[in-house]
């Protein structure tokens, strides 16, 4: 089955424990992003990735880092997590960049920073 | 720069009724548009997308979408209400240059039985 896995689902840390949230598509996508979701804010992008070993910057990156150094693989870490860093967090997946192309989301991971 | 308005973060219509998400859009180039579903719990579904051609799209579930370039919207209806459709629902936009989507801040539709 084609699909967007992520893990944890959910997790509840402290302030500054380091932290990764694992992202894996099998569908052998080139383009995966990583989306935060807040109530009243809708979707954010946080990063995405063209294809391996290339990241950019999305529109709230402060706090996160990711590597893509697979194709199917693209985590989202969180060196030192602070409370406003508690989200829902989606990872997502397209053929390729562009806009014409349907983009898979995982099911979501609840993150809670304490 | 491009931008979504969803009018409404609350909609609730009675089953059976006419279901008419609103949505807005901004871009200084043709737009591509779609419209998302989140279910309780899961992750964002697509309902249905706009690229080219027809301007009236059809999703999956029943709903459909009408790009209206001259009003800048793309407004997502249903001709009856299910109690399933009860979720959360993003109007997105992109265009041909645009490294991901920008969503709007979602409408929550509730279906009173």
């Known amino acids: 089955e084609a699909q967007v896995t992520q893990n944890p689902r959910y997790l509840i840390t402290v302030t500054g424990k380091k932290l990764t949230v694992t992202c894996s598509q099998n569908?052998?996508?080139?383009?995966m992003s990583w989306y935060r979701q807040d109530p009243g804010l809708g979707l954010r992008q946080i990063y995405y990735?063209?294809?391996?070993?290339?990241?950019d910057k999305g529109d709230v990156p402060e706090g996160y880092k990711v590597s893509r150094k697979e194709k199917r693989n693209f985590p989202l870490i969180l060196e030192s997590p602070s409370p406003n860093q508690t989200s829902l967090y989606f990872c997502?997946?397209?053929?390729?960049?562009?806009?014409?192309?349907?983009?898979?989301f995982g099911p979501g991971t609840r993150l809670t920073v304490l | 720069a491009q931008s979504v308005t969803q009018l409404g973060s609350h909609v609730s219509v009675s089953e059976g009724a006419l279901v008419l998400l609103r949505c807005n859009y901004s871009?200084?180039?043709?737009?591509?548009l779609f419209w998302y579903v989140q279910y309780p719990n899961q992750g964002l579904q697509l309902l249905l997308k706009?690229?080219?051609?027809?301007?009236l799209v059809k999703g999956i579930n029943g709903f459909e979408a009408e790009f209206k370039k001259s009003e800048t919207s793309f407004h997502l209806t249903k001709p009856s209400a299910h109690m399933s459709d009860a979720a959360e629902y993003f109007c997105?936009?992109?265009?041909?240059?645009?490294?991901?989507?920008?969503f709007g801040k979602g409408t929550h539709l509730i279906i009173q039985p």
């Open positions: 997105a936009v992109s265009d041909q240059s645009a490294d991901g989507l920008t």
């Open positions: 871009s200084s180039v043709p737009p591509y």
């Open positions: 990735s063209m294809n391996v070993e290339v990241t």
């Open positions: 569908m052998n996508h080139e383009y």
């Open positions: 706009y690229t080219t051609g027809a301007t």
């Open positions: 997502a997946s397209s053929l390729a960049l562009g806009a014409y192309n349907e983009q898979f």
